[in-house]
């Protein structure tokens, strides 16, 4: 079953008519979830399959601040880190469009309501790529990637229950468990419409 379509949705007419403004118009698609999720590779995917151009927002930070998202964590803190997150979506947001674009969020940004809520008002498509946590441990711990706040397995955990309610006012979900990069970004592309 690794590579079955199987699209699951909510917000029903909301889904739909954002839809048909991806269809139609320049769109954001903003890919959300927890640590793991394989938002930046999921993003990478669907822009060599849809030619879109795609950007990490962690990136945008690092670029911003001039400093990496682990050095700022640890000289200025967690709360200094949201601060410059924020900045760096506002400024996205800004940015005249040229096209359409992906864009993949730390696993954080989408659990802010205030950045949540920026992103609903730009009228921008949000995508959760959901899996369970177990398999979200496992996929960080084979990164080896530096994630501030991947510390402890039960910290892991008790962040992605509390995160969890957040991500499902995504516009759209996909269920990511067991499948490979390429099959969750040709799930994303048909569900938005573009493939
Ligand atoms: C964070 C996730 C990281 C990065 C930062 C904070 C979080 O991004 O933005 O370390 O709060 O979950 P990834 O989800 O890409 O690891």
Request: net charge positive; aromatic share 6%.
């Amino acid at each position: 079953m690794k590579d079955r379509f199987s699209k699951s949705k909510h917000g029903g007419g909301a889904a739909r008519s954002d839809h048909e403004k991806c269809a139609n118009g320049l769109q954001t698609v903003f890919l959300v979830g927890f640590m793991g999720a394989g938002k930046t590779s999921v993003g990478r995917a669907l822009s060599r399959r849809l030619g879109l151009p795609f950007e990490d927002l962690d990136d945008r930070i690092e670029d911003r601040e001039g400093k990496t998202i682990a050095q700022i964590f640890r000289e200025s803190g967690e709360a200094e880190f949201r601060r410059a997150e924020t900045a760096a979506l506002r400024q996205l947001l800004k940015e005249p469009q040229l096209s359409s674009r992906l864009v993949a969020l730390g696993g954080g940004a989408f659990a802010e309501p205030g950045n949540a809520l920026l992103i609903r008002d730009a009228q921008a498509l949000s995508v959760f790529l959901d899996a369970p946590v177990e398999e979200l441990l496992r996929r960080c711990d084979e990164q080896h990637q530096a994630r501030p706040l991947r510390q402890n397995p039960k910290q892991f955990r008790d962040l992605y229950e509390k995160r969890r309610p957040s991500y499902m006012g995504a516009s759209l979900r996909i269920e990511t468990s067991g499948k490979d990069v390429e099959a969750v970004a040709a799930e994303v592309a048909c569900s938005l419409g573009l493939e």
